[in-house]
């Protein structure tokens, strides 16, 4: 209902809006221009320059003109379903947001009993551990949110999921304490969350905003289907050996496949970039 009552508030801009202050002679001035007042496409054709958003980063905190308009200055190209299931990106992106997805979900649905086991928590304390794996990823969306803006989505992906994997193999299952466990779940909520928040910012940076919700519809079950991994791969490993520890180092390996997978689908974007820049020569 909340949900319901605040998107009755949206609304689509007129086509050509822009931002309050930002012109199109500013936006394409030769000098070098902060990573901070690139200004976003509109469905008018207005210049789109875009900062790291794209994950094509070099971690230069300024770029020139023609280095913005390599990466993703020209105007936006958007992309059909149709045409984004034509892209190899599309199926890394699905298989990166799965894997991504998996550990966080793993956690989630397991949180109570697996702190049970390993740091004797009550199953009071187990079950507030599930609230903090939700706080964690709050704060997770914020943080990567914000990271991803610094140093690129891509590398700020790559970062959570390497957290992740460390987390996941050498951290939770020798959490025998409220407090390594607090730890260790905080973390992987946070890493999650990260994930929640990068995938669809990747998703509207290559395929473009104004087929995005119809978009990132195709590339979300990759989420469902990591709600089935994740908690299944821990309900049978306890099952059969019992104990949950074993499922860490399941997801941690998953995670680091996740690493390579978004390695991959980084370069696949520089690609795309060339190929949408070849289209509006």
């Known amino acids: 209902m909340v949900y319901l009552v605040f998107s009755w508030l949206l609304y689509v801009p007129p086509a050509g809006w822009t931002p309050k202050g930002w012109s199109e002679k500013d936006a394409t001035a030769e000098d070098d221009i902060p990573v901070s007042a690139a200004a976003n496409a509109t469905a008018s054709g207005a210049v789109r320059i875009q900062d790291d958003n794209a994950g094509l980063e070099t971690g230069h905190t300024k770029r020139t003109t023609k280095e913005i308009e390599k990466l993703s200055g020209h105007r936006e190209v958007p992309f059909s379903s149709t045409q984004m299931v034509k892209q190899p990106l599309f199926y890394v992106l699905f298989a990166a947001l799965m894997v991504s997805s998996t550990s966080g979900l793993m956690v989630t649905g397991h949180a109570s009993d697996i702190g049970q086991e390993l740091a004797h928590l009550t199953a009071s304390e187990g079950a507030i551990m599930v609230s903090v794996m939700a706080f964690g990823s709050f704060l997770g969306r914020f943080g990567f949110g914000f990271i991803s803006d610094a140093i690129g989505r891509y ?8 957290i992740n994997a460390v987390v996941m193999v050498l951290l939770l299952g020798h959490a ?16 999650f969350g990260g994930t929640m928040s990068i995938v669809p910012a990747i998703v509207g940076d290559a395929f473009g905003s104004a087929n995005f919700g119809q978009n990132y519809s195709f590339v979300y079950p990759g989420y469902t289907v990591a709600s089935f991994i994740g908690p299944m791969v821990a309900a049978s490993t306890v099952e059969t050996l019992g104990t949950y520890v074993p499922a860490f180092a399941v997801a941690g390996a998953i995670s680091v496949i996740g690493i390579v997978l978004v390695f991959v689908a980084k370069m696949l974007a520089y690609k795309l970039e060339d190929e949408k820049a070849a289209m509006q020569d």
């Open 176 to 191: 025998t304490t409220f407090v390594t466990f607090l730890l260790a779940v905080s973390v992987v909520g946070a890493c």
């Open 155 to 162: 590398n700020a992906l790559i970062i959570s999921l390497v």
